[in-house]
């Protein structure tokens, strides 16, 4: 067992929470905006997710059952990767889209889509990453010295002991993988909410099958990568994702909008001053003509 992952694991837990806490802060900050774009992209993310995963697994299982004819061996890991890019980049940036239009229907400005894919992208790094290895390091370090074999069945004991056995061997950097995954997905949840953002800044219905098609690429790369390449060279492409995204998201900044101030109303359109007031006698007719005045 290598003792460093106890401390690596953490680590890069923390990383990524304090990115997504630290930049929310930020954006809020720098540009005087409350929490509620953050909020509405985690949600919007959690919503796609709730009717993306359970579509995937029932067009999965159709193939599986032969309800659905299978591509030829030679094809499948191509259909699969043009399947699940399309399935994830449909399903994600319609409902960025919807959300933008009917319920974050204030942003509209480059800060304000910032903080959005902040918030979507934020909370996929939290679930998927943060929330899933604190649950296994927990787990896996409480369990690593105890005899599960009284606790478990056969057929549970050896995956299980297989997958912690995994978890503790892995290089320290091999780790931290995760955690750098994560770093450079943000940026890329960030870009294809600016790029659907512009759908309404520009009103050009274009920009969404731009975010469209960028999601499926960058989807359907990885899928080949992963099954081709191994996940160094998986991790890399994700990092040059990242690097792209960065870039879309500078080059289709635009200039804040700028509140106007209302004009101030001449004296000659609002009240007559009171140096234009003919003066009044203080007499005691005058006095009982105004008592009674409205």
Known sequence: MNSILYFTYPLGIITVLVLVIGLGVYLTRKYNLGWRLFW?????????????????????NLFRNEILPLPPENWQLLFSAVFLGL?????EELIRYAGLR?????????SKGLLFGSGWGG????????????LNYIIFTALRTQDLSSQLTPEQLAPFQAG???FWSV???????????????????????????????????RWLWFAIAWHALLDGVIVISISRWGIYVTEALVAIFGLVSIGIIF???EDEPVEESP?????????VAHADLPPIEENTENIDLTRYAD
């Open 102 to 110: 009917w319920w974050a229907r204030d942003a509209r400005s480059w």
């Open 87 to 91: 399935s994830a980049g449909l399903f």
């Open 40 to 60: 509405i992209g985690a949600v919007l993310y959690i919503i796609s997710q709730v009717i993306h995963i359970p579509f995937n697994i029932l067009i999965d």
């Open 164 to 166: 912690m056995n995994l």
């Open 263 to 271: 004009e101030p109303i001449p004296v000659d359109q609002g009240v």
């Open 123 to 134: 909370i996929e790094a939290i679930l998927l990453y943060v929330v899933v290895l604190s």
């Open 251 to 253: 080059a289709l900044r």
């Open 171 to 205: 290089s320290w950097y091999d780790s931290l993988l995760g955690a750098v995954e994560r770093i450079f997905t943000l940026p890329i949840q960030i870009s294809l909410t600016i790029l659907v953002l512009q759908v309404f800044t520009r009103r050009q219905s």
